[in-house]
């Protein structure tokens, strides 16, 4: 895989982020993990021990979040996964994450080696003007809907409590970056951002994705990656409805 420079850069949305995940509490630790919830959550999921949690996670926000162009308009786009994942590494520092997912989003479409950043990729590439994968991987933001997840375990566990409980840092994080348009992946990420919006109007629908709007907030909400049919992640292949719905929410944030 290519090696990339490690990001050091601040950028106001960054320092935003990464302030928050401080002041709530949900930053990964290797000392006690201080999210009031994170113990209600833990046994809401039958998992006795705090060590066999991942507590926390970094969000991803581009160097250049804020620039990705749609239709020549200027949009912030936000992309919200399931949970926490992968090997538990909690002295992981916020820039040294940006690296990572920063890398794994540039190189996912030339060099698919997992469902998740390839098919996110592919994605972003439909909706927005730029197709260089060097170039709009460092213009949107991603973050976890649900912060912690049982170690080693990479299918979601989440359940009602962690949705509720999550639902108050999501909506912390999409108040500090200000989305234009947000991006779920899985139904409950989908089903938190409608709680969080409390009233909507859909745009689109079919079986494979939704639009909907809020205020002057728009939501594409897609099966998860490692979900999705039509979806040949590992040869990089978009399925068709990517492509229908990047159309339709193209054609709709003109409209906003």
């Not at 990001?7 to 949900?26: A, F, M, P, Q, V």
């Not at 992981?92 to 698919?112: G, L, V």
Request: proline share 5%; net charge positive; hydrophobic share 35%.
């Amino acid at each position: 895989m290519k090696v990339l420079r490690l990001d050091r850069k601040t950028t106001r949305h960054r320092r935003k982020i990464e302030n928050l995940h401080k002041t709530l509490g949900i930053r990964p630790t290797k000392r006690k993990f201080r999210c009031d919830d994170f113990d209600c959550c833990r046994k809401s999921l039958g998992v006795r021990s705090r060590e066999k949690m991942i507590t926390g996670s970094w969000p991803y926000v581009g160097v250049h979040y804020g620039k990705a162009l749609i239709q020549g308009k200027r949009v912030n786009i936000l992309v919200v996964g399931m949970d926490a994942g992968g090997i538990n590494d909690a002295s992981t520092s916020f820039y040294k994450r940006q690296n990572e997912w920063r890398c794994a989003f540039e190189t996912a479409i030339e060099n698919p080696v997992s469902p998740h950043p390839t098919g996110t990729s592919l994605l972003i590439r439909e909706l927005v003007d730029q197709k260089q994968p060097a170039r709009f991987a460092r213009q949107f933001a991603f973050t976890n809907a649900v912060k912690c997840a049982p170690i080693g375990n990479m299918t979601s566990r989440a359940n009602r409590i962690m949705q509720a409980k999550c639902q108050h840092h999501l909506s912390k994080e999409i108040k500090a970056l200000q989305p234009d348009l947000i991006i779920t992946q899985g139904k409950y990420p989908e089903e938190m951002i409608q709680a969080i919006m409390n009233s909507y109007q859909i745009v689109s629908r079919s079986n494979r994705y939704t639009i909907f709007r809020h205020s002057e907030i728009l939501v594409l909400s897609v099966p998860h990656p490692a979900r999705c049919r039509g979806l040949k992640w590992t040869k990089a292949v978009v399925p068709r409805y990517y492509r229908t719905a990047a159309a339709k929410v193209r054609a709709a944030l003109l409209s906003l």
